[in-house]
């Protein structure tokens, strides 16, 4: 029968591997990162740290999922429904952009971009639009 010191020792060694390979696996994220970083122009830099710093603020999305669901949801649930949200607005915002491209303005985005956006979303993912009948 092995002695309990031996049992530990090999504890021991199984944990430390497990830390290692969560600690190895987690260091390659960020090199990943920062090699995809390397590559970006100055005016990517920007648009990704505006991305990364922008989001909703999780009180105002608990009342709106709350006063949907009538419930209580889990924190977890808020932080999915805020990371949803925000690739919505970032797929309306890519499109409102393809909008005023394709009618050759510039500035600041328009209501009627946005508008456009959505309809054409909508045209291309007929399981987003919320009502049956046709808005715009």
Same mark, same amino acid.
């Given at each position: 029968?092995?002695?309990?010191?031996?049992?530990?020792?090999?504890?021991?060694?199984?944990?430390?591997?497990?830390?290692?390979?969560?600690?190895?696996?987690?260091?390659?994220?960020?090199?990943?990162?920062?090699?995809? =970083?390397?590559?970006?122009?100055?005016?990517?830099?920007?648009?990704?740290?505006?991305?990364?710093?922008?989001?909703?603020?999780?009180?105002?999305?608990?009342?709106?999922?709350?006063?949907?669901?009538?419930?209580?949801?889990?924190?977890?649930?808020?932080?999915?429904?805020?990371?949803?949200?925000? #690739?919505?607005?970032?797929?309306? #915002?890519?499109?409102?952009?393809?909008?005023?491209?394709?009618?050759?303005?510039?500035?600041?985005?328009?209501?009627?971009? #946005?508008?456009?956006?959505?309809?054409? =979303?909508?045209?291309?993912?007929?399981?987003?639009?919320?009502?049956?009948?046709?808005?715009?």
């Amino acid at each position: 029968m092995p002695s309990e010191d031996s049992n530990n020792i090999n504890n021991e060694d199984i944990n430390t591997s497990s830390t290692n390979e969560e600690s190895s696996s987690t260091n390659i994220y960020p090199s990943r990162i920062t090699k995809i =970083l390397d590559t970006f122009t100055d005016k990517e830099i920007l648009r990704y740290e505006s991305f990364r710093r922008s989001g909703f603020p999780k009180n105002m999305i608990r009342k709106f999922t709350n006063h949907t669901l009538k419930q209580a949801c889990n924190p977890n649930f808020i932080i999915a429904i805020s990371g949803i949200a925000k #690739v919505f607005v970032g797929e309306i #915002v890519y499109e409102a952009k393809a909008v005023q491209s394709d009618l050759n303005e510039e500035g600041p985005l328009l209501p009627s971009h #946005v508008h456009e956006a959505y309809r054409r =979303l909508c045209n291309r993912c007929p399981n987003m639009q919320i009502y049956n009948k046709k808005r715009w």
